[in-house]
C-alpha cells in the first residue's frame, strides 16, 4: 500500500468510527492498516478540532452536528470496505 497522507489517515479514522464507535474495537480494526500512533494523532486532532466527540469513556462519535464528514476518495474505498 502507498504512503497515506495525514489527512487519508484521518479520513479513514472517521468512516471507522461510522461502523465501530466503541474506541476498543476501533482500535482493533485501524490497527491492521495504521500504527498506534498514527491512530492517536488522527483521534486527538479530530476530537481537537471537533469533528468527532468522545461520548462516556469509550464510544466516540462522529460531530455530524459541527462538521460533515468529507468525500471519501476512490483511492481509499476499498480499505474502508476491508474494515
Request: aromatic share 2%.
Amino acid at each position: 500500500m502507498t504512503d497515506l497522507s495525514t489527512n487519508d489517515k484521518m479520513i479513514i479514522v472517521q468512516y471507522a468510527i461510522e461502523k465501530y464507535e466503541n474506541e476498543q474495537t476501533l482500535l482493533e480494526k485501524l490497527s491492521a492498516i495504521l500504527s498506534e500512533k498514527d491512530i492517536q494523532r488522527s483521534l486527538d486532532t479530530l476530537i481537537g478540532t471537533q469533528r468527532v466527540r468522545r461520548i462516556g469513556t469509550d464510544v466516540l462519535q462522529n460531530n455530524t452536528s459541527h462538521t460533515d464528514i468529507p468525500q471519501l476518495p476512490d483511492g481509499l474505498k476499498p480499505i474502508i470496505e476491508n474494515l
